[in-house]
């Protein structure tokens, strides 16, 4: 029911289960969650288990990174070339975990198709955030709205102060509740915030969040619309453009390549706007003071938001799906679906770029042999690695549908270049040193035309809860940002950033936009 003809396993769109749910043919949805309830209650040392996939991605750490915070104790990429292959190969996993459940044996991943019109205009498809839903005739906690830790995480990082732990019996949760509670002082004042709001009030801020982070556009005509950075919608849109595999793996290459002399457009990675929405989701206001929905709520602390839980929560999956989805795009746009390139030595082609993850030593080349750790290819009995997993229909067995975005046929060759080529200034924000920064963090910044104040982009950067006296973080961990201006008068003058944290860090991030460390130039 879930393969093609050729045995093909066919990942759909969230909401086309919903809508077979909502018309007479439940069932493909009720399999989907009954597996979901059945890794959920696997024994926390079953393979197969939630609480095992998804603490692979972060906690709860393991080898150097338990303890020490020059290391990342999550297996996860980020922030490097492996960004795209190692969760491709995780969604496969968790994609294999649920098709173990009995009577689940067909069930395939479905992406959450972010930037489809029903998900601009409202947010999150309701299978992952309604409380109670009807399975086989019966109510039930809807188990894909969250996940109770069955045993208690424990953040020995140094410096972290357990602010990060997880009690046994806590629920993950999204914006605009908070999920701190590792400390007694934490959990009172999680538990007063969390009072704040019911239920459906939670639902319908969350969407109004996620929805102002799709949409948000830059309203100033002085950038050509096709040079106008933007919400998770644009940036999905511009992230195809980019030219080579390393610039659209990750944030850091990408800097890297806008940081060479040209008038070429921003490139952006897919990274980014997958950022945007772990924040969004994670308790993240909409950048930019002029959103008519602004409405922050300060002290804000979902799961998705950090790398530490982000993959407990199990909209992880369904977005990444959707992130991967929007791979698999690029590479038939660009005709990769067979084989793609690193460029050797490039900025995010070392392990210390992101981390370095559990299981890498630092100071280590990332290449297409790398070993996706700790995916295991049965076929080899050894680690995947990206070059084993470059396309998804005669390596990994799975296609997607046709989402948002998607197109059944792409320009190629001379078609593609004969299409007009843009150039612009650009701003370039850098020396901001995440190794002071608590936590993810948007920049956001504005330009001033005419004596009025405009929002002309932001930068999502997705963290760990605390990276705070991490040595190698304060080395490595240095974060840039690019914006295109176009026909934007370049006086340096005529520029404003703003960097917003979690609540603890903001007094930081304050003073080093105050001290002048952060550099900001034309280009
Ligand atoms: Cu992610």
């Known amino acids: 029911m879930e393969n093609n003809e050729s045995g093909i396993r066919v990942r759909r769109s969230l909401r086309e289960l919903e809508d077979l ?38 906690e709860p750490f393991r080898d150097q990174g338990a303890t020490d915070g020059n290391y990342w104790g999550g297996y996860c990429n980020h922030n490097n070339v492996l960004f795209p292959t190692w969760h491709r190969v995780y969604l496969y996993k968790i994609e294999n975990a649920l098709r173990s459940i009995k009577g689940c044996e067909e069930v395939t991943l479905p992406y959450w198709d972010e930037t489809e019109h029903e998900s601009l205009s409202k947010g999150m498809p309701w299978s992952l955030t309604r409380e109670q839903v009807s399975i086989r005739g019966h109510m039930v906690d809807n188990p894909l709205r969250s996940y109770k830790f069955q045993i208690a995480i424990n953040d020995n990082v140094n410096n972290d102060n357990s602010t990060y732990s997880k009690p046994a019996g806590t629920d993950t949760v999204r914006y605009p509740y908070s999920g701190l509670v590792g400390t007694p002082a934490a959990k009172a004042k999680s538990d007063k915030h969390n009072s704040q709001f019911s239920a459906s009030q939670g ?52 800097a890297s390549w806008n940081m060479i002399p040209s008038k070429d457009p921003v490139v ?21 003071p002029n959103n008519p929905d602004f409405s922050p709520i300060p002290g804000a602390n979902g799961d998705m938001g950090e790398n530490d839980t982000a993959a407990f929560d199990p909209v992880f999956f369904f977005h990444h799906c ?3 989805r929007m791979f698999w795009i690029w590479q038939k746009k660009h005709d990769f679906t067979n084989h793609f390139q690193i460029i050797p030595g490039f900025p995010g082609t070392n392990s210390d770029d992101g981390g370095p993850s559990a299981g890498y030593p630092k100071n280590e080349p990332l290449t297409l042999d790398s070993p996706l750790k700790p995916f295991l290819n049965s076929a080899t009995g050894t680690f995947y690695t990206t070059r084993e997993c470059i396309n998804i229909e005669t390596q990994l067995g799975y296609v997607y549908t046709v989402g948002s975005l998607d197109l ?45 104040e405009h929002y002309i982009g932001h930068h999502s950067v997705l963290s760990r809860w605390n990276v705070l006296g991490c040595e190698n973080c304060r080395a490595h961990l240095k974060t840039e940002a690019y914006f295109n201006l176009d026909k934007i008068n370049p006086d340096l ?31």
Not at 216 to 232: A, E, F, M, N, W
Not at 435 to 452: C, E, M, P, Q, R
Not at 497 to 519: F, T
């Open 268 to 288: 952006v990675a897919l990274e980014t706007p997958h950022n945007d929405i772990h924040l969004s989701v994670g308790g993240f206001n909409i950048p930019g």
């Open 21 to 58: 749910y909502d018309s007479g043919t439940p069932a493909p949805l009720e399999n989907l969650m009954l597996a979901w309830k059945g890794i959920k209650e696997l024994p926390v040392n079953d393979p197969n288990s939630l609480f095992t996939i998804g603490g692979y991605h972060g």
């Open 408 to 452: 059944i046929h792409w320009m190629h060759g001379e078609e593609l270049a004969a299409q007009e080529k843009l150039t612009t200034n650009k701003l370039r924000v850098a020396n901001i040193n995440r190794g002071n920064i608590f936590g993810s963090f948007v920049l956001t910044a504005y330009a001033t035309v005419d004596g009025k």
């Open 493 to 523: 003058s005529n520029f404003r950033i703003e960097i917003i944290g979690r609540e603890e860090a903001q007094p930081l991030l304050n003073a080093a936009i105050a001290d002048n460390s952060i550099v900001m130039e034309i280009i």
């Open 322 to 324: 959707n992130v991967d």
């Open 203 to 254: 639902t319908n801020l969350l969407n109004g969040n996620i929805t102002g982070w799709l949409n948000k556009t830059v309203s100033l005509p002085d950038i050509d619309k096709r040079l106008q950075l933007g919400g998770v919608h644009v940036l999905y849109t511009l992230c195809l453009d980019a030219p080579n595999y390393t610039v659209f793996s990750n944030q850091k290459s990408a």
